[in-house]
């Protein structure tokens, strides 16, 4: 029997840590929502953000402007010593302009985790920020949410690396989820195989006697069926309906199956014929508190 797992109930223990994190605080936390454009899944989103915070006690203040608007506002909540953290909703460009704008916010404000700073400290395995090993680095919130989702289901180990010695298989390679969270997860000990439209990589994790060296990447020439054999978990974030789903059939029997994107990846038979051990359809709820519980660290970090 498969079991579906509600990432709102996961997202329920954390909202508890947040809310005593946010009574110790040494000051109320404010965020601002940057939206710019009229693409739907981002209006869903921020309404999602601004509901959760506003049951926290958070002020959330979400700012809606033309898509020519986004680099002045990004400026205006960069200089604004009032607000600890910056949400802009994304895609506003669809273009490399994006990509720009990612880089124009303060990493300080950066609760998203995606400026190139802590793409680098992902990257590169460096999970904190000073040398006394003090202050964590930020990472970026879907990813967060999905490696805690797979460690919620069970998937991780008690000792050791977390990962050691699982194989998982990601669908998607983009900078904002796909590679990060491929890299979180070879860092932990997983061996990844990345599927996109340019075909798979292979992401191996550092040796066991180097934990904080670097994972490391290779072509390779597996393919999606023997990936999917090979996995314990399959993760899935697909931009369109006409990508392949994956069927119950391919799968290894046990499998953790999440699915992050608005378009569903998965047949009905993973769930109908119980191969799957787990199915995750959605991480939304999970994401939002990934992104606040980043706030609170930047908050704690800009004030110490």
Same mark, same amino acid.
């Given at each position: 029997?498969?079991?579906?797992?509600?990432?709102?109930?996961?997202?329920?223990?954390?909202?508890?840590?947040?809310?005593?994190?946010?009574?110790?605080?040494?000051?109320?936390?404010?965020?601002?929502?940057?939206?710019?454009?009229?693409?739907?899944?981002?209006?869903?989103?921020?309404?999602?953000?601004?509901?959760?915070?506003?049951?926290?006690?958070?002020?959330?203040?979400?700012?809606?402007? /033309?898509?020519?608007?986004?680099?002045?506002?990004?400026?205006?909540?960069?200089?604004?010593?009032?607000?600890?953290?910056? +949400?802009?909703?994304?895609? +506003?460009?669809?273009?490399?302009?994006?990509?720009?704008?990612?880089?124009?916010?303060?990493?300080?404000?950066?609760?998203?985790?995606?400026?190139?700073?802590?793409?680098?400290?992902?990257?590169?395995?460096?999970?904190?920020?000073?040398?006394?090993?003090?202050?964590?680095?930020?990472?970026?919130?879907?990813?967060?949410?999905?490696?805690?989702?797979?460690?919620?289901?069970?998937?991780?180990?008690?000792?050791?690396?977390?990962?050691?010695?699982?194989?998982?298989?990601?669908?998607?390679?983009?900078?904002?989820?796909?590679?990060?969270?491929?890299?979180?997860?070879?860092?932990?000990?997983?061996?990844?195989?990345?599927?996109?439209?340019?075909?798979?990589?292979?992401?191996? /994790?550092?040796?066991?006697?180097? /934990?904080?060296?670097?994972?490391?990447?290779?072509?390779?020439?597996?393919?999606?069926?023997?990936?999917?054999?090979?996995?314990?978990?399959?993760?899935?974030?697909? /931009?369109?309906?006409?990508?392949?789903?994956?069927?119950?059939?391919?799968?290894?029997?046990?499998?953790?199956? +999440?699915?992050?994107?608005?378009?569903?990846?998965?047949?009905?038979?993973?769930?109908?014929?119980?191969?799957?051990?787990?199915? +995750?359809?959605?991480?939304?709820?999970?994401?939002?508190?990934?992104?606040?519980?980043?706030?609170?660290?930047?908050?704690?970090?800009?004030?110490?």
């Amino acid at each position: 029997m498969t079991v579906t797992i509600d990432p709102a109930t996961v997202a329920q223990r954390f909202r508890e840590e947040i809310r005593a994190q946010l009574q110790a605080a040494r000051e109320p936390l404010h965020l601002v929502g940057i939206l710019a454009g009229d693409h739907a899944p981002s209006l869903t989103y921020a309404l999602y953000a601004q509901r959760a915070c506003s049951e926290l006690g958070i002020g959330f203040e979400l700012r809606r402007y /033309p898509r020519l608007g986004a680099e002045n506002a990004i400026r205006s909540a960069n200089a604004d010593a009032e607000v600890h953290g910056i +949400i802009v909703y994304y895609p +506003i460009f669809g273009t490399e302009q994006d990509v720009y704008l990612r880089e124009l916010v303060d990493p300080g404000k950066d609760i998203e985790g995606l400026h190139s700073k802590w793409a680098r400290h992902l990257y590169e395995n460096r999970r904190f920020v000073d040398a006394d090993k003090t202050r964590k680095a930020i990472l970026p919130c879907t990813p967060l949410a999905i490696v805690k989702l797979v460690e919620a289901a069970g998937f991780f180990h008690k000792t050791g690396r977390p990962l050691e010695g699982r194989t998982v298989t990601v669908f998607n390679r983009s900078e904002v989820v796909g590679r990060p969270l491929a890299s979180m997860l070879a860092h932990d000990g997983a061996n990844v195989y990345s599927f996109d439209v340019d075909g798979p990589l292979h992401f191996q /994790p550092p040796p066991q006697h180097e /934990p904080d060296a670097a994972h490391s990447l290779a072509e390779t020439e597996i393919t999606r069926a023997e990936a999917l054999a090979a996995s314990d978990i399959v993760i899935t974030g697909v /931009p369109s309906k006409s990508f392949e789903l994956v069927r119950a059939a391919e799968l290894r029997p046990g499998a953790l199956c +999440i699915n992050f994107s608005t378009y569903k990846n998965f047949s009905d038979d993973v769930v109908s014929e119980g191969k799957a051990a787990c199915f +995750i359809p959605r991480v939304g709820p999970m994401t939002v508190l990934m992104v606040i519980r980043n706030a609170l660290r930047l908050q704690q970090q800009n004030a110490g």
